[in-house]
């Protein structure tokens, strides 16, 4: 079975720019997560989605926001993207609403130029 | 209010030596506590996690840990280390309830050979 699926894995952008970063959970698997993890950091809680509705909400901006789809899948948007969003952003996916079971992809490397 | 404590931030050992990576959590309710490991350029993969039973954890790797209530810490451990447990280390706590993931800073563990 396929894990966890992020993509792009790299990507550079310039501040002021847009970018949407996308996460395919496990087959089965209801439940997403987005961590940012900056360089030399632990990864920090940004969203949570479950059945498609938003589940918890991390303490970063209104320029951050996601979706789930109807597959599962979620998208991770960014507005007005500034230096410090530079980082990894990584995605969990886990079978229930409580994240005991996480599983993350490799994560997308963004850079803001 | 929680809180997760990596107090080593950076732990060199030479092979086939044992090692201990500490973490403490504070936290107004009980936990959860996990351990992740990172290895370059990649997500994060569990090692091994706490939700009730006995205090003592096997994880994967070789890796344990234990919950200590009193002293509020899960510290990893493992008998023998390899060169290829060169990796950062990250330890982690969702509060009872919750839904999100709360990490440490990490621990860069290198091996030496």
């Known amino acids: 079975d396929a894990g966890v699926t992020q993509s792009p894995t790299h990507l550079i952008k310039t501040r002021g720019q847009h970018v949407t970063l996308r996460c395919s959970p496990i087959?089965?698997?209801?439940?997403v997560s987005w961590y940012q993890q900056v360089l030399g950091q632990g990864p920090q809680f940004i969203f949570q989605?479950?059945?498609?509705?938003?589940?918890g909400r991390g303490n970063f901006p209104d320029r951050f926001s996601a979706r789930q789809f109807p597959n599962y899948s979620s998208e991770l948007n960014v507005n007005a993207l500034l230096l410090g969003d530079s980082a990894l952003y990584l995605c969990?996916?886990?079978?229930?609403?409580?994240?005991?079971?996480?599983?993350f992809g490799q994560g997308t490397r963004l850079t803001v130029v | 209010a929680q809180s997760v404590t990596q107090l080593d931030s950076q732990v060199p050992v030479f092979e086939e030596a044992p090692v201990e990576l500490r973490c403490n959590y504070s936290?107004?309710?009980?936990?959860?506590l996990f351990w992740y490991v990172q290895y370059p350029n990649q997500g994060l993969q569990l090692l091994l996690k706490?939700?009730?039973?006995?205090?003592l954890v096997k994880g994967i790797n070789g890796f344990e840990a234990e919950f200590n209530k009193s002293q509020t810490s899960f510290h990893l451990r493992k008998p023998s280390v390899h060169i290829s447990d060169t990796a950062e280390y990250f330890c982690?706590?969702?509060?009872?309830?919750?839904?999100?993931?709360?990490f440490g800073t990490g621990t860069r563990l290198t091996v030496i050979p």
């Open positions: 969990a996916s886990s079978p229930r609403t409580e994240n005991t079971e996480a599983f």
């Open positions: 087959s089965g698997h209801k439940s």
């Open positions: 989605y479950y059945e498609k509705e938003e589940r």
């Open positions: 936290s107004s309710v009980s936990v959860y």
């Open positions: 706490y939700l009730s039973g006995s205090t």
């Open positions: 982690a706590v969702i509060q009872t309830g919750a839904n999100n993931l709360f």
